[in-house]
């Protein structure tokens, strides 16, 4: 048997009975791995920092043996191990817009199962980004974080928290995630509705799906998302 002690912002992995005090008896029979002892408590390796056995740190990959292992939450802004590219799951749809506002490379398809999630992210190297701890505890992910809240915009400032990622506001598409380019009122002019022909005169257009942008109602709103991001 291992007791786990578990520091407060990863309690929310935890059974009930274990969330209160962070403790929680895991059976093992002296032959698993720190890190096999850990997920097996429900938490994902992506959002651990430090493994600690008597106070002395341990590797997830050492044999659990018996006693306390404390688990401590990675520290922020956690450095970005490739580059800057995220891979949403189908459920952060919302998430994905925010970040694709702020200029931030972010890949998102609606229909991907978690097998398609885990070859794509491999394949061109994301960071991939989902609510689903089982997914996180895949083998062979290579680079992916959970992430926290259930509003789009406090799951906005966790990821932002967390990560130090660079970012170029307005310059990609929220649909597709295309790059913006400005072009003149005339090239788009069948695109627009009467009112935008009177009241607007500057336009980008994604390069990829040709969606047509402008300032428009929704302007301040967005612009407050920029501004509280920074």
Not at 164 to 192: H, I, M, N
Not at 193 to 210: A, D, I, L, N
Request: hydrophobic share 40%; glycine share 10%; net charge positive.
């Amino acid at each position: 048997m291992v007791r786990l002690q578990v520091a407060q912002p990863l309690r929310l992995f935890l059974p009930m009975r274990g969330r209160a005090t962070g403790r929680l008896d895991v059976a093992d029979d002296g032959t698993g791995t720190v890190g096999h002892v850990v997920q097996a408590g429900g938490i994902p390796l992506t959002e651990v920092g430090a493994l600690l056995v008597g106070g002395s740190a341990v590797a997830a990959g050492e044999r659990a043996g018996s006693g306390v292992v404390e688990v401590h939450e990675r520290d922020r802004p956690q450095p970005l191990e490739g580059p800057p590219r995220l891979l949403l799951d189908v459920h952060l749809g919302a998430l994905a817009r925010r970040l694709r506002l702020l200029g931030v490379d972010t890949a998102y398809a609606n229909d991907a199962d978690d097998a398609a999630l885990v070859a794509r992210a491999n394949l061109e190297d994301r960071l991939l980004l989902t609510q689903d701890r089982r997914l996180l505890m895949r083998r062979g992910l290579r680079r992916a974080a959970f992430v926290r809240g259930a509003r789009p915009d406090d799951q906005l400032a966790d990821v932002l928290d967390r990560f130090d990622l660079p970012r170029s506001p307005y310059t990609l598409c929220t649909a597709c995630g295309g790059r913006l380019r400005e072009v003149p009122k005339a090239q788009v002019l069948d695109r627009l509705q009467p009112g935008t022909r009177r009241t607007q005169e500057q336009f980008r257009q994604c390069e990829v799906c040709e969606r047509v942008y402008w300032r428009g109602a929704h302007a301040r709103r967005l612009d407050e998302l920029v501004r509280g991001s920074g």
